[in-house]
């Protein structure tokens, strides 16, 4: 079995990818209300603070504050995935070890983790997140997305409307590192 090396530093803050198996699928934005539901009851039972959050179609990207002392956002996504996938039926595509251990074979079994370093790395893989949409083609400005804290950072001024379509702004962030 495979050993991931994952960074588990308490109060940490980190940049998450989780996928769906099936790629073509767009179950996360079909079911949003699920999903919403799924992180909301999450964050009930084990706190954390959502710093920003991208949903798409097939994946979905979010950076997440957790609490000092606390370095486990294993069980987070666990509960997360979980609680998403209890409200669908199981893919037709498992594969046989997906089957036998009571997997529905919606998500990948992993997800990519990177702790931010500094506020410099935490504001490329947040412009990352919230560019996303127009990377993947789904729009063409970022404010026309709805699944995204793009909006919320809007209302906080952190961003404005027009963000990555200003004429002197980068219209495409690089890829976080």
Same mark, same amino acid.
């Given at each position: 079995?495979?050993?991931?090396?994952?960074? =588990?530093? %308490? !109060?940490?803050?980190?940049?998450?990818?989780?996928t769906l198996a099936d790629r073509r699928s767009s179950l996360l934005t079909?079911?949003?209300?699920?999903?919403?539901? #799924? +992180?909301?009851? *999450?964050?009930e039972r084990y706190p954390f603070e959502t710093v920003?959050?991208?949903?798409? %179609?097939? =994946?979905? =990207?979010?950076? +997440?504050?957790l609490p000092p002392g606390d370095?486990?956002?294993? *069980?987070? +996504?666990?509960?997360?995935? *979980?609680?998403? #996938?209890? !409200?669908?039926p199981a893919s037709s595509m498992r594969s046989t070890s997906k089957v036998q251990r009571g997997?529905?074979?919606i998500w990948q079994r992993r997800f990519w983790e990177h702790r931010l370093r500094d506020e410099a790395d935490l504001q490329n893989h947040t412009d990352y997140l =919230?560019?996303?949409?127009v990377k993947h083609g789904l729009v063409t400005q970022v404010k026309d997305w709805p699944y995204s804290s793009f909006h919320r950072h809007v209302r906080a001024g952190k961003l404005s409307e027009d963000w990555a379509h200003e004429p002197d702004a980068t219209p495409h962030p690089g890829d976080p590192a």
């Open positions: 079995m495979s050993r991931y090396r994952r960074d =588990h530093t %308490p !109060g940490a803050c980190h940049f998450f990818t989780v079909q079911h949003i209300g699920l999903l919403r539901q #799924s +992180w909301r009851r *999450t964050t920003a959050v991208c949903i798409l %179609p097939d =994946h979905l =990207h979010a950076i +997440w504050q370095a486990d956002f294993s *069980t987070r +996504w666990r509960l997360i995935k *979980t609680g998403f #996938s209890r !409200g669908l997997e529905k074979g =919230h560019f996303n949409p």
